[in-house]
């Protein structure tokens, strides 16, 4: 008979480094009674023996976090469990063949001075004094990273679960999770030894997950969005010189990532460990003729030598004592990519009280960050830091097979590339099409995919260069430049069209649904016939995420938000919806076209009926354009007179014909996010994120602490109030140079950090640079003069009044 338990808090399924540090968290945090099944031997994912602690460049906060994280909590575990480990941090190298890369290096040493990290900036030479066996040609320099490392992952795993154990968590191996049945608020988890009822689940199955993610399907799961690459590195055999070295130093090499040529390189024991991201790489597993096994566990891939050749060669010339030994051993094995090659950690899409934390690149290095993330998601249902860029739910519908393997393939091929501004990638596209599609790339657009839906950046006129090859510089100028200039002269002097599929669109209503969204929101609700901003706080008042809400009727409303959004925010209602409130997701089936600058009045004049061009400013209506039904909502994201056209998909066409005939001019969403920068306007996940609170946000007018009605976070937000806010949202002109201020900018007073930048750009109207930011309280007061850092530079930097740039007193918005 098994001892299996019959119940527990959480079960686990799978026992790699995220699995177990998950269970450790938990069990940190007091929460003992739960259990961790494994299908094998809880070390199955880590048949190689290497695991770098490659710092994240993908330039995300979160990452950044969880990463630090984990690395200092390795640096102490062995003590902290009993269990000792190898743990070499040996620093690492990261080549730049460019300029541009660089400027991405000095991006990323600001970023770790702010996070309190020295990361130097080295010439050629300096690299050869860390690393003797190097050649430095066609190097422009590189950039010392003093945490990387590598630690043995099976005795990583083991040291997590030893600790997880002691404090009366269960592991059970040789066990795998076979089923899932739900009955009332509790999961049964099926296994060959018995069942385990419990209130929580999570997913941490590896590159077995999308197979564990079928089994939440019947309670509304969707198909885990991954595909399992190859991932190959060979061993050499002992080097002499590298053994003799290493005696000497006491020491091993630093690691070697050569990011433009797309490898690493590591010490191992007295060899060579030569790791390539092949631009020719290959998933598994993929097709009917391919399954995936039961069980892969401790098991490889046959050796692909041949598309490690150009890697080889290169390497070997970079340090030719790699060419001295003879290979040892090639490790081929399976490695989880989703799309972005991010993993994926938190709540399941669609399953209530279920979670997943899985699709692992670096799950190594990420694991122990990955483990308290997603314990907290589990045990609060919110994360210390904003965790929106491993959300799972960042991917939606669109994300199918096609997508995933096409940009599994590009990711994996690009893993250490850069990632410009103005840089689309081009796998994966198309995805959802704005019902004018057609019109929008044959006036030019250029586009870009949000969501999955393509709209147009900019509008290239003939001749001008849309190659991807122009967009591969950090630079503020492009072939884009001028293009978005004129765009914003035709908003801002005549009339423009935006068109922007894919607004995230849900209606609610019920009786009780104003009473109900009041206690969901920090402010207050639109009238009948109007629309404003609700800001929904988490637990500590922190921003989870925007809404325009529009009042219908007393207790319906249509509630839009940003297009990523769409997941995140339904499901945001839903869990909290009340029985008897009805609430659709509409998204797919209406269209927005934004019609904004001094002459939309009188455009609309000529082409709408049974409409009251004379209604203010926040008020929406229905209307008729070329004959079609559409709604008309007087509010404008670029701060202009302006409508935003709100119609279903099949009488967009027509709308916008309609609209382009009477004179507007199309614009992107490059122009957009410049005029709506000028106007202090927030972003969703830039802007406006759980690492802020509403007063940090500086969203004071849309809390009301004295409403009746409870909201989440209303307890911290009044305490917050009382004590005052630490950190302050501003709004900066920027003394640039040739680039704005990207997200995560170091922002200093003198020589101390006191802040970031949430979103910079190039103010067309204003003819400036503007940033928004987060800054100290005391520095917020306009007039203070701060340095913004890029690229390793310090440009001078002011707070400006909390009003907007453009038309401070929204006059032309209002006209
Ligand atoms: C060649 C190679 C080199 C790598 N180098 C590095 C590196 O240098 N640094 C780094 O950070 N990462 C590296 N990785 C990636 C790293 O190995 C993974 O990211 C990491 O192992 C993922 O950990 P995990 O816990 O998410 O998943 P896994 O380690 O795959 O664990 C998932 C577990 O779930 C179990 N399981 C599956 N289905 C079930 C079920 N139904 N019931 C119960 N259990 C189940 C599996 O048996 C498995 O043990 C490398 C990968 C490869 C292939």
């Known amino acids: 008979m098994s001892d299996l338990p ?35 031997e809880l070390t199955a994912g880590s048949t190689w023996h290497a695991a770098g ?40 190298l990261r080549l730049a063949h460019s300029k541009e890369r660089m400027q991405e290096f000095e991006r990323v040493a600001g970023m770790g001075r702010y996070q309190g990290m020295d990361m130097p900036i080295l010439t050629p030479q300096e690299m050869q004094e860390y690393h003797p066996f190097m050649e430095v ?14 630690i043995d992952p099976a005795q990583l795993t083991q040291a997590m679960a030893k600790g997880a154990r002691d404090l009366g968590a269960r592991i059970e191996r040789f066990c795998p999770a076979t089923g899932i049945e739900r009955d009332g608020d509790e999961w049964i988890v099926k296994t060959d030894k018995g069942d385990i009822r419990c209130d929580f689940v999570a997913n941490c199955a590896g590159y077995y997950a999308q197979r564990v993610g079928e089994m939440f399907k019947p309670f509304g799961g969707r198909t885990v969005p991954m595909v399992v690459m190859s991932h190959q590195y060979f061993l050499t055999e002992e080097i002499d010189e590298i053994a003799a070295w290493t005696k000497e130093k006491g020491h091993k090499l630093p690691i070697i990532r050569d990011v433009d040529i797309s490898y690493y390189l590591r010490q191992d ?16 597993w993929i097709t009917p003729e391919d399954p995936m096994p039961e069980d892969f566990s401790f098991q490889l891939y046959p050796d692909d030598l041949e598309r490690l050749e150009f890697y080889i060669e290169d390497a070997m010339a970079r340090v030719p004592a790699l060419g001295t030994a003879g290979v040892g051993r090639n490790i081929n094995g399976p490695i989880p990519y989703a799309p972005d090659g991010l993993p994926l950690i938190g709540p399941m899409p669609g399953v209530k009280n279920a979670f997943e934390g899985h699709c692992f690149t670096f799950g190594i290095a990420q694991g122990g960050g990955a483990g308290k993330v997603l314990s907290e998601w589990i045990m609060h249902g919110e994360t210390e830091w904003d965790m929106w860029a491993t959300d799972p739910r960042r991917y939606t519908d669109y994300a199918d097979h096609d997508y995933c393997l096409n940009k599994a393939l ?41 969501n999955g839906w393509e709209r147009a950046n900019w509008f290239a006129k003939p001749g001008d260069d849309t190659s991807e090859d122009a967009t591969h510089t950090w630079d503020r100028q492009g072939p884009w430049t001028q293009r978005v200039k004129e765009e914003v002269e035709a908003v801002t002097g005549g009339v423009g069209v935006l068109d922007l599929p894919g607004f995230s669109r849900f209606n609610l209503s019920g009786a009780g649904a104003a009473e109900w969204l009041r206690g969901m929101i920090a402010g207050g609700l639109p009238k009948v016939g109007r629309m404003n901003l609700g800001y929904f706080p988490d637990s500590r008042g922190r921003i989870l995420t925007e809404m325009s809400l529009i009042r219908h009727e007393e207790d319906h409303f249509t509630l839009i938000s940003a297009a990523t959004a769409q997941w995140h925010d339904f499901e945001l209602l839903d869990n909290a919806r009340p029985e008897g409130l009805t609430l659709s997701d509409h998204t797919t089936q209406y269209s927005t076209l934004i019609v904004s600058g001094p002459q939309s009045r009188a455009l609309f004049g000529g082409i709408a009926s049974d409409v009251d061009l004379s209604l203010g400013w926040l008020t929406h209506q229905t209307a008729r354009i070329a004959g079609r039904d559409c709604a008309m909502l007087r509010v404008s994201f670029a701060g202009e007179l302006g409508w935003e056209v709100h119609a279903a998909n099949a009488d967009i066409p027509a709308i916008y014909d309609a609209v382009m005939a009477a004179g507007a001019t199309p614009f992107g969403m490059y122009a957009l996010n410049s005029m709506r920068i000028e106007k202090g306007y927030r972003a969703w996940k830039g802007d406006l994120s759980t690492d802020y609170t509403l007063f940090e946000g500086g969203l004071d007018r849309f809390v009301k602490l004295d409403k009746p009605q409870d909201f989440p976070g209303k307890a911290a937000l009044q305490n917050e109030k009382q004590q005052g806010p630490k950190k302050r949202f501003v709004i900066l002109l920027v003394d640039a140079g040739d680039q704005d201020a990207p997200y ?42 701060l340095e913004v850092e890029m690229y390793g530079k310090r440009y001078k930097a002011t707070v400006q009044p909390d009003q907007p740039l453009w038309d401070p007193s929204n006059e032309r918005l209002r006209a």
Request: charged share 20%; proline share 4%.
């Open 410 to 450: 590009e990711t994996y091929g690009h893993e250490y590339a850069m990632h410009f501004g103005h840089h689309e990638w081009p796998a994966g596209r198309d995805k959802k099409l704005s019902p004018v599609d057609a019109r929008i790339r044959a006036a030019g657009g250029v586009m870009g995919a949000y």
């Open 744 to 785: 995560m900018s170091t922002i200093w007073s003198g020589d101390t950090v006191v802040g970031e930048t949430t979103s910079g750009d190039w103010g067309y109207r204003i003819n400036a640079s503007v940033a928004l930011g987060v800054v100290r309280t005391d520095l917020a007061e306009p007039g203070t003069a």
């Open 6 to 40: 019959t119940t527990a808090r959480v079960v686990i399924i799978g026992g790699g480094a995220v699995g177990t540090s998950t269970l450790y968290h938990l069990a940190k945090e007091g929460w003992t009674d739960c259990v961790l099944l494994e299908k094998n």
């Open 269 to 284: 024991k007295n060899g060579l460990n030569l790791g390539p991201y092949e631009r020719n790489c290959k998933a598994h």
């Open 53 to 92: 602690n490659c710092p994240n460049f993908s330039g995300s906060w979160a990452v950044m976090n969880m990463q630090r994280y984990g690395l200092e909590m390795y640096r102490s575990l062995a003590d902290d469990v009993g269990y000792p480990m190898n743990y070499h941090v040996t620093g690492s």
């Open 137 to 150: 040609h066609e190097l422009e320099g590189g950039m010392w990273d003093p945490l990387d490392g590598d």
